[in-house]
């Protein structure tokens, strides 16, 4: 199973009991077909695995390793590994167990930081937590607004914010280059989606309710120029779409009509998790 992309390389495991902590992590060069098989850390379980590969700071990648300690079972601790040593050590502490640190799916590394959700991230170079704020709710309660995506593209970090009264509306936020906070970078409606693929209004459902399109946003692609920035989105059982964030056009990329029976093009629901971006990296072992 691929775990998480960075840069053109990518953090794979196998697939065991969950129960046994027993995966094997490797790291693939889809470009090169090279792959390294990870060793074993050695002071606990491993719950997740996440890879942070910057090629313009470093020509070496990392390893963050989230464990439970075998000494202090009620605890966590970080381990991390570098080619240039080839073994894991141990980061600080060891920390009470949080549920919302799980280094399994959604894992993004953007700005020396991996970001385990939108709202905490781990900080590479000072081996440390941090907090990250979310865009502030306006007129609503915070029960209104849900984020349907995370994620980074070309060295900008994204997430898009809908309100169920209004689930068409995707407001895009970008994070500031320091990461202190978010500004609206895009607002985009996709009313024009729906009137194209009206098939996607889940009509049982109310229409406040946040699964009431069935639709997902898969990724956020900057372009070399504002123009040639888009989402791609996916209409289960139908289409993918690139849908441009500026002059609002969009046109499928992928057709599961076209030659796909129907009862397997619909258990092709892909989100976020299920999609992983991919560069070409000259980078090899």
Known sequence: MISQSCNGLL???????????????????????QFVTLPRPLSGDVIGMS???DPWKSSHYKVISL?????????????????????????GQTFPRHYDICFKNGLVYWNGAIYVSCI?????????????????????????????YFGESYG???????????????NVYEMKHDGT???????????????????IIRGFLETTDFHYYGMA??????????????????????????YNLVDKSFYKLWDFDNGVHDAFAWCLHFDRSNTYQYIESTYCW
């Not at 900008?156 to 914010?161: F, G």
């Not at 123009?227 to 779409?241: A, K, T």
């Open 51 to 53: 890879l942070a590969f």
């Open 120 to 148: 905490k991230r781990f900080n590479v170079e000072q081996e440390k937590f941090e907090e990250v704020a979310i865009p502030e709710v306006q007129d609503h309660e915070e029960d209104d607004y849900r984020i349907v």
């Open 217 to 242: 946003v898969l990724d956020v692609v900057r372009g070399d120029k504002e123009e040639d920035s888009f989402l791609i989105l996916h209409i289960p059982g139908m289409v993918i779409l690139r």
């Open 156 to 170: 900008h970090l994204h997430l898009i914010q809908v309100n169920r009264q209004n689930l068409a509306l995707y």
């Open 181 to 199: 906070g978010w500004f609206l970078k895009y607002e985009v409606n996709v009313e024009d989606v729906v009137l194209a693929f009206p098939h």
């Open 11 to 33: 953090l794979c495991h196998t697939v065991h009991n969950p129960f046994t902590f027993d995966e094997n992590y490797y790291i693939f060069n889809p470009t090169t077909q």
């Open 67 to 91: 464990q439970i300690s075998k000494l202090e079972p009620a605890n966590h601790l970080i381990e991390i590994y570098s080619p240039e040593h080839k073994k894991w050590r141990v980061s």
